[in-house]
């Protein structure tokens, strides 16, 4: 069983748009959007949800205005800022957002006046879709944990994966470099960052390359929208190899990507002898073609 | 005046917006880039940089000839981020959220902090317009805790008239670090399916957080018209459209500003801007 997740620092450089053309090129195998916080892939593969769960992602505190004497020490511990006094009261409350859920106003307040329960800060689901099984969720507006929602679905998706003896796990990652992608990369096989010729894009690659290059996990690279600026494209490719990625190809600027979109398809489906189509392919089969992609992460 | 520009989805032109509003006025402000995981905004700006801070997070550190084991440290901590086991205390600093508890519940004073590196947040001036700064937080590679190193950048707020903050995307706790308190939140969006997801995700964080909001519709012409009719149904005024055109695509793709290759894009920014500060006063008036 092989993962490949597919990441690109900046944010908008095609990344579902490719792994859901990657979907229907896979043959055997099951999607995973780690993208918990803006999650997008549900909308090309128009999924068949078959279970839901709840994502109990951590705790909040919160002051019983009856028990709460107006001591003030809740407000003197806490690191975060939670704490407010509630105007002419003589109490506290605690703001939600801003809570981090250590817990410590609540061991320690002397009136035992601060519950401190569990809330559900999203949901996971488990689907089916037309190129096979698909892992997917949704973190809830403002919350925090989205590292640990995307550890949840992936090691879901793994489980799954093992158990129905599916060939490969394609995994449609977060932007950035903080939590959320760290918890999307551990373990599998190689990254595949999908960059564009911008100065951003070359800039936020960078960034993504020395995090998977910090945690050992092999990168790959390909360029969406080439041919926006081809000397910056080329300036990509030397860059992938002076930091010992490989480079596995290009594809144009190509509305066909909006256009499926818009149909709820891939473009392998809509616009299936497209330049771009052509290029995805090429890509596909350079990617499987890897040496990180010929080795079983997990039996 | 601190105006937040975010966008649910990445890559819908933040940036673009953000940098090209900067410099277009000729305004007392700053521009700070809180999207500290891949800040972009000096790629289009150039900010001469003249001084750089270190973001640490206080995490603990446990003095074993003091600490009797009593376990109070490993009971608290919510994050796994302490444990004792037989004679040793080990402690994990990256599982750390620094909130303390620790510290304050051993009772042989045994704990103590101690300063984990986590980014950084550079300062300096801008060319565009004259007297401008600028600000920006990185965040260091391998670290998970972006909102401290966002909040370290959001305490340079306050030192001009008006503030630009350029946020992260998504809509979990870094993006709201980066809009809370700000009184205008400028969205940037792309007319397509994904665009929208993000964008009805993005407008509920702008609802929970009770600051008023404006639409940018970035790319417009290339996808459909669902961005257009959700606004309108939700009531969110569309402040500016900037079409698709590949001299736009080309010139970001270099480093240009917008205002720099297509000039007449100067006074549209310029009325942006008028149209912000007057739903924001609005706002104040009601």
Known sequence: MKELVILSGKGGTGKTSLTSAFASLAGNMMLCDADVDAADLHLIMNPDIRETHDFAGGYEAQIIPDACTGCGQCMELCRFDAVKPVQDAGIFHINGLDCEGCGVCADLCPESAITFEEKICGQWFASGTRFGDMIHARLGIAEENSGRLVALVREEARKRVLAARIDILLTDGPPGIGCPVIASIGQANAVLIVTEPTVSGIHDMERVAQLAAHFKIPAMVCINKYDLNPDQARAIEVIAEKRNMAYVGKIPFDPAFTKAMIQCKTIMETHGDSPAATQIRQIWNRVMAHPAMKMDRLC | ?286
């Open chain 2, 1 to 286: 005046m601190i105006i937040s520009i975010a966008s649910g989805k990445g890559g819908t032109g933040k940036t673009t917006v953000a940098t090209n509003l900067c410099a277009s006025l000729d305004a007392d402000l700053m521009l700070l880039d809180c999207d500290v995981e891949e800040p972009n905004a000096h790629l289009f700006l150039n900010p001469n940089i003249t001084e750089e801070k270190k973001v640490n997070a206080p995490v603990p550190k446990v003095d074993l000839s003091l600490c009797t084991r009593c376990k109070k440290c490993m009971e608290i901590c919510r994050y796994g981020a302490i444990a004792v086991a037989g004679k040793a205390v080990v402690t994990f600093p990256e599982l750390c959220h620094s909130c303390g508890g620790c510290m304050v519940v051993c009772p042989e004073k045994a704990i103590t902090e101690t300063d984990r590196f986590i980014g950084t947040v550079e300062t300096g001036s801008l060319g565009l317009p004259e007297g401008a700064s600028f600000g920006q937080g990185l965040l260091d590679i391998g670290q998970v805790m972006a909102p401290p190193v966002i909040k370290q950048v959001r305490q340079l707020e306050g030192q001009k008239k008006l503030t630009i903050i350029d946020a992260p995307p998504g809509t979990s706790c870094p993006v709201i670090a980066a809009m809370k308190g700000t009184d205008f939140v400028l969205l940037v969006t792309e007319p397509t399916p994904f665009g929208l997801h993000d964008l009805t995700l993005a407008v509920e964080a702008v609802k929970l957080l009770d600051i008023p909001c404006g639409l940018v519709i970035n790319r417009a012409g290339l996808g459909n018209d669902g961005v257009n009719n959700y606004a309108q149904k939700e009531n969110i005024p569309i402040l500016l459209e900037i079409p698709f055109d590949k001299r736009i695509a080309s010139a970001y793709s270099k480093g240009e500003l917008l205002v720099r290759a297509l000039p007449e894009y100067k006074e549209i920014f310029k009325g942006l801007y008028t149209s912000i500060e007057a739903l924001v006063n609005r706002k104040g008036a009601a």
